[in-house]
């Protein structure tokens, strides 16, 4: 026998849907961080670079009319060649001619603002140099020569592999400071899913360990407000099918008693029969066993239709109703009823002043009319009469000629084997309001204006309308 496949594990898809979300962040943090890092780089490296730029601010003078600097040894060799990438630098006389350095130092581009992070004449830009990405400072300093004042320019370039190489230090920390604290986050997810799912394993256990027939509430003590929702329903659908049990139970047992005094009767007169050596004796026991049949089998309709209506309630329940015209429904069924009617001496007729549709199973409807029927013309006198409405307000009603139900008795009728005036299987109006259960209609019992019983059922209005 083929099994249905498994949702998974609850627990397996919390774990997966939040280290999905925490990789998620963790990309989103990485790429925070580099950016971070990247801009930590380029805040250092860029005050590294202004402070180049004034120490060789510093060392300009007037040589004889000339702007000249002085640049030891060693700073020269540390502009040439830094640990993690080449320096390079230009000194820019009044008139903007080459004074040192590098001659081919790309120049600012028109429009760079001056920067407003340092107290300083400089702008920061990005350029290309000798085949590399370089970042530059270009840095005015106010300069005497004889007599005359203007502003030189000294710039500093520095290729971006330091900062690069800043940046993926400070990258690769973080990833690692993050992946130790997703890890963490989902050491501490796991340990909170499992508590949290605790009270799903004691439930599932509770429930595995009982009997087949033990239908009692589980207990909701110590339960998650999210979790116990699900356990009252659970407790809601066990008490409907504890109920749904007990009443088969009941009405087995009360099927069997009714079915048993029958079948003994006509057993009981057989036997007579058997006994009796006279011929009269023997057909009056014929009759009376034909009688007897036909009582027993009327019952055992009654419970089949039962049955049957229990069938028909699940498949209305499940969604497959069906729209039914009600006025052909009552045609019909008053005319196969017409041959009985006549048989007892009593008038059946039919009055439509407002045709309507139901939404049901049309067997069940049959029953329901039918029993109504019968066991109006039941108690109907010979010359009475029957008669069946489909009235305003989407009623159906049978009213009778005959005694009537007292009101005090007028709602125990309903239940399985009461027989009103002692006749009858006891099933009939029993039939009847299941049905009526089973389409959620409503039914009530009242005094005719004929001075009989009047039935009336009222259908709930369509889906949608």
Not at 46 to 70: K, Q, T, Y
Not at 357 to 382: F, K, M, R, S
Request: charged content about 25%; proline content about 5%; hydrophobic content about 40%.
């Amino acid at each position: 026998m083929s099994r249905r496949r498994s949702a998974g594990s609850l627990r397996r898809r919390l774990m997966v849907r939040l280290a999905l979300m925490l990789s998620l962040l963790l990309v989103l943090a990485a790429i925070s961080a580099y950016w971070n890092a990247r801009n930590a780089a380029d805040t250092a490296y860029d005050r590294s670079l202004l402070s180049s730029a004034r120490s060789i601010a510093e060392r300009l003078f007037d040589a004889e009319g000339r702007l000249s600097v002085e640049v030891p040894y060693i700073a020269l060799d540390n502009f040439a060649y830094d640990i993690t990438g080449r320096l390079y630098y230009q000194v820019l006389d009044r008139q903007g001619l080459s004074v040192s350095g590098y001659e081919d130092l790309p120049a600012p581009p028109q429009g760079t603002p001056m920067t407003s992070d340092y107290p300083a004449l400089a702008r920061f830009y990005d350029g290309h140099y000798r085949g590399a990405q370089v970042r530059l400072v270009s840095l005015l300093q106010p300069v005497r020569i004889g007599d005359e004042h203007g502003m030189a320019e000294i710039r500093v370039a520095e290729t971006l592999n330091a900062r690069e190489g800043m940046a993926r230090s400070l990258l690769h920390r973080s990833l690692i400071n993050l992946g130790v604290l997703s890890i963490s986050a989902l050491l501490l997810v796991w340990l909170t899913v499992n508590a949290a799912l605790g009270p799903l394993r004691r439930v599932k256990e509770e429930v595995a360990g009982r009997r087949s027939d033990d239908l009692s509430p589980i207990s909701t003590e110590g339960l998650q407000r999210e979790i116990s929702p699900l356990v009252d329903a659970i407790n809601h659908f066990t008490s409907q099918l504890k109920d749904n049990f007990e009443r088969q139970r009941d009405f087995i047992a009360e099927a069997s008693h009714e079915l048993r005094t029958p079948l003994s009767a006509l057993k009981a007169r057989i036997e007579f029969g058997l006994r009796s050596t006279r011929p009269e004796q023997w057909h009056q026991a014929l009759k009376d066993a034909e009688r007897s049949t036909d009582r027993t089998i009327a019952l055992a309709n009654r419970l089949l239709s039962m049955a049957r209506i229990e069938r028909g309630a699940r498949a209305v329940a499940d969604g497959s109703a069906e729209r039914i015209a009600m006025q052909p429904l009552v045609q019909e069924v008053a005319m196969a009823m017409v041959p009985l009617a006549y048989d007892r001496g009593v008038e059946l007729a039919l009055e439509v002043s407002q045709p309507f549709t139901v939404w049901g199973e049309p067997t069940l409807l049959q029953e329901l009319l039918g029993n109504l029927i019968d066991n109006a013309l039941a108690h109907t006198p010979v010359g009475g009469q029957v008669i069946l409405r489909l009235a305003a307000g989407r009623f159906l009603e049978v009213e009778d000629t005959g005694p009537g139900i007292p009101e005090a008795e007028r709602t125990r009728v309903f239940e399985r084997f009461y027989r009103h005036g002692g006749e009858g299987s006891g099933l009939g109006l029993s039939i009847v309001g299941e049905i009526c259960r089973a389409h959620r209609a409503n039914i009530s019992l009242e005094q005719g204006r004929l001075g009989g019983l009047l039935v009336r059922v009222r259908f709930p209005s369509e889906p949608g309308r």
